[in-house]
């Protein structure tokens, strides 16, 4: 899944980023690597895709895992003599 979003989705960020600097009359975020602009410039794709794995790992592959809720309600669900 994450390579099927980075082969087709992920250089929309370089499209993004490329609109952004537009709109705001910059030929380069910055002038850190000459010639290349800054590390924004190199890495924009990459910005995108590591949003896209962290919401995919988070949501959808350790979505059932123990979280802090789970462990809430199953406290809750005890009778009171367990709870001591």
């Known amino acids: 899944m994450i390579a099927l979003f980075a082969a087709l989705i992920a250089p929309f960020g370089g499209f993004f980023a490329?609109?952004?600097k537009r709109a705001l009359k910059l030929k380069d975020f910055s002038d850190s690597i000459p010639g290349?602009?800054?590390v924004a410039d190199r890495f924009d794709c990459?910005?995108?895709?590591?949003?896209?794995?962290?919401?995919?790992?988070?949501q959808i592959v350790y979505a059932d895992e123990g979280c802090v809720e789970k462990v809430f309600?199953?406290?809750?669900?005890?009778n009171d003599q367990d709870k001591y």
């Open 18 to 20: 490329s609109g952004l």
């Open 36 to 38: 290349h602009g800054g």
């Open 46 to 58: 990459h910005m995108v895709i590591s949003f896209f794995t962290y919401l995919y790992l988070t």
């Open 73 to 78: 309600d199953y406290i809750l669900k005890l």
